[in-house]
């Protein structure tokens, strides 16, 4: 019974963490909180990422961060919020390269590896049963 607790305990802190990351991430790209760059800039980013309708796409990045992240902190459909945050930092990563100079010169993939081992055990094993709704 003790292992039961004590992996529900770890999930909720799991999520709390990796969801407030997020929250933080999606408000900073969306309304330009905690020092972000707001739409515009993240518009500019999209753009200097190559990828067409910089604005839209800069919308639902910064949504799926924020509303994800929201999601993933309270548990409601914590896997396919976990699922969304890892495919906006595997599709960040892609196009930024994955060649050793451009991820490992500027540390850019030891965070986001970190986010993406993060939210596997969430998307393996759902946000345990301190989750508001999770399927």
């Known amino acids: 019974m003790e292992k039961i607790k004590y992996f529900n305990v770890s999930m909720f802190l799991l999520r709390l963490i990796v969801g407030t990351i997020f929250i933080v991430h999606g408000a900073q790209k969306l309304f330009g909180m905690f020092d972000g760059i707001g739409l515009d800039g993240t518009a500019k980013l999209v753009a200097g990422l190559g990828l067409p309708e910089p604005y839209i796409l800069a919308v639902i990045w910064g949504s799926v961060e924020f509303i994800g992240g929201i999601f993933l902190m309270l548990g409601v459909l914590a896997r396919w919020a976990a699922v969304a945050i ?42 345990g049963s301190w989750s508001v709704w999770d399927v």
Do not use: H, K, W
Not at 105 to 120: P, T
């Open 86 to 127: 890892v495919l906006t930092v595997f599709i960040y990563l892609c196009r930024m390269g994955f060649t050793y100079s451009s991820l490992f010169q500027y540390s850019i993939i030891e965070y986001n590896m970190v986010i993406i081992g993060a939210c596997i055990p969430v998307i393996m094993m759902g946000g």
